[in-house]
């Protein structure tokens, strides 16, 4: 499970919709299954059906997750006209080129459906050797520590 | 020649687990070979054809070598040189 809080998710779908119709992307910072920071990054091979983060942001951001001694408890990105559900293509570069071994192991791959733009649905996963395993997202309504599924 | 190499988690079954390895090497070729000696098989991960694989970022301290100079981006004592996944996906 990764807990996010309400105001958190609206600025990851803040920043997928500004991007509208290309795939937008970013980082999640936190600990213990918990966002605490979101890095709304750049995607320079912008498309509708392809992203890649700009490889000097991504390395500053995972540096200064580091740095506040957080982890990257996952990631995100759009899909402005598909299902939040995790591509062929998502699912082949979250391995090292060549393998099967996963990228970022422990790390949760959120994925932004924006194909009903009025009811945006973001869904969580992670990508381990092979397999593709959902993984519930919890929205934290702000300043309360109950947790909402969604 | 001193310089330590941040391994990713996916590539740290090749170095006997060490986040962190310390090498010997004046550029980023070298390094790869430098690598490869202590460490079999992670020359094939790195790097194909004597070019670092595409969706794989190297950084030496915070910079980028594809806005150095590649593989032949210099390196000298104390140098941190991260290995580090790119970040990517498509909806296809
Ligand atoms: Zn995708």
Redesign the interface.
Known sequence: MLTITRTDLARIIDHCNAGYPN?M?G?LGGRDGRVEKVYCMTNV?PG??????D??E???V??DIREAGLAMVG?F?S????HAY?????VE???????R?????SAVYVIVSLLDRANPVARGYVIEEGRVSEMPLTVLEQQEDHGIAH | MGVKVRIPTPLQKLTNGKAEVECSARNITELVDALEKDYPGIKERLSEGGKVRRFINIYVNDEDIRFVNKEATVLKDGDTISIVPAIAGGCR
Not at chain 1, 79 to 82: A, D, E, F, Q
Not at chain 1, 93 to 99: N, Q
């Open positions: 795939e992307c980082i091979r509708p059906v392809s992203y890649e983060m490889p000097e991504q390395f500053r995972m540096k990631m990105h899909h402005p006209g598909g995790p591509s062929s293509v998502d570069r979250a391995y090292w080129p060549g393998t071994l996963p990228n970022y192991p």
